[in-house]
C-alpha cells in the first residue's frame, strides 16, 4: 500500500537506525537519507504518505520538502522530529501533522503512526464518497435534462395511425352528403374500440421506458372513466 512508504530525514546515524529498524518491524518501508537534497530525489520516484523530518534539515528546506511532498501526494502527512515541543502555530504554517519529541518512545511512536495511517485512509474514503456524490448528481442532472427534452404524449395525441401522432379531425358522418345517420350503438362501439386502441398506444410506450407503470395505470383509468 502507498501509506506504507515512508520517508525518514535525520542527519543522525543512531536516529535514522533506530527509527527505521522500528518503522520496518512495523512492516512500513522506510527510506532513510541523512539529507533534505537527498529526500528530494526520493520524492518524484515514491508514493510517500508518510515522512518523519528532522527540524535539523532547516526550515526552509523543510517547507520545501513538505510543499514537495504534498504535492505529489495530496493526503501526505509529515512528522517533525525535534528535541522540543512547538506551537500548534508553528506546525499549521508549515503544514506539520504532528511531533515526535526526542527522546522518544518507540511504543508512543508506534501508536502515532498507526493513528496517522488511519487518518490517511478516512480522508482517501471520503474523498472517494465526495467524488461518488459528484458523479451521482451530474448523473441526476443528465437525467432531469433528459426528461424535459422527451415530452410524454397527451392522451389526445394516442390514436389508431401512429404513436405521438396528432390526432386528425375526422368528417363526421352526419354531415356528409348522403350519408346514413349513425346508429347511436355503432357510435358507443366505436368509442370503446378507439379507447381500448390508446391503452393498447399507452402500453408500447411503457414497454419502450417513454412511460412509467405509475404513469400508465393512471392515463389508463382516465381512459376507462371516459367508457
Known sequence: MPEKNVLLVDSELLTRDLLGNHLRHMGFKVSAVETASAALKLVPRS???LALLSDKIGDKQLKELVGRLR?????ALVFLVTPRACEASY????QIYDLIVKPFRLEEVSVRLRHAVESITLRRALRASAEKISRLERELAAFGEAAEEVRIPDLSTLNADGIG?????EKSAENTPGSQPVRPE???EKAG??????IR???ILRKAGILTSGEFNRKKKELLDRI
Open 47 to 49: 508514493s510517500f504518505r
Open 71 to 75: 504535492a505529489h501526494e495530496a493526503d
Open 91 to 94: 506546525l499549521e504554517s508549515r
Open 165 to 169: 401522432a396528432a390526432v386528425r379531425p
Open 186 to 188: 355503432a357510435s358507443a
Open 193 to 198: 374500440d378507439d379507447m381500448f386502441e390508446k
Open 201 to 203: 398506444k399507452l402500453d
